[in-house]
């Protein structure tokens, strides 16, 4: 159908005190099957929903998607791989970063606290691969 689109992540927040956001660490972001074929469908990494919204992607496999960047108040990349991993089409303020300290504060283990609720046997969800 003609403007159809996928949207992989978004947030809402409001409030700049709040910390919340979305933090995807090591996972597959791939199109269906069905959706593979289709060169006109585009994605987005992020949606707009609130103008402190934060959305990080840490350590992910990006697949070849036809990829934006919607206006987030905060996003930022941290080693990311795969074909989907490349900057064009998206937009300019996007942080990409190498530094170890800034991307680890995004952590299940300092982000959220997952040390202090998560049962130890995920533990290591906690920090890099």
């Given at each position: 159908?003609?403007?159809?689109?996928?949207?992989?992540?978004?947030?809402?927040?409001?409030?700049?005190?709040?910390?919340?956001?979305?933090?995807?660490?090591?996972?597959?972001?791939?199109?269906?099957?069905?959706?593979?074929?289709?060169?006109?469908?585009?994605?987005?990494?992020?949606?707009?929903?609130?103008?402190?919204?934060?959305?990080?992607?840490?350590?992910?496999?990006?697949?070849?998607?036809?990829?934006?960047?919607?206006?987030?108040?905060?996003?930022?990349?941290?080693?990311?791989?795969?074909?989907?991993?490349?900057?064009?089409?998206?937009?300019?303020?996007?942080?990409?970063?190498?530094?170890?300290n800034?991307?680890?504060?995004l952590?299940v283990?300092?982000?959220?606290?997952?040390?202090?609720?998560?049962?130890?046997?995920?533990?290591?969800?906690?920090?890099?691969?």
């Amino acid at each position: 159908m003609p403007r159809q689109y996928n949207t992989i992540k978004t947030q809402k927040r409001d409030f700049e005190p709040f910390e919340s956001g979305i933090v995807l660490q090591n996972c597959t972001i791939k199109a269906t099957s069905d959706l593979e074929k289709l060169d006109n469908v585009t994605t987005y990494l992020g949606r707009l929903w609130g103008i402190f919204s934060r959305t990080v992607i840490i350590e992910s496999y990006i697949d070849k998607l036809n990829s934006v960047i919607s206006r987030w108040s905060y996003y930022l990349e941290y080693k990311n791989r795969g074909l989907g991993d490349v900057r064009k089409g998206r937009v300019t303020w996007a942080s990409i970063t190498t530094d170890l300290n800034i991307a680890s504060n995004l952590t299940v283990r300092h982000f959220i606290k997952g040390i202090e609720w998560m049962p130890t046997n995920i533990l290591r969800y906690l920090d890099f691969d």
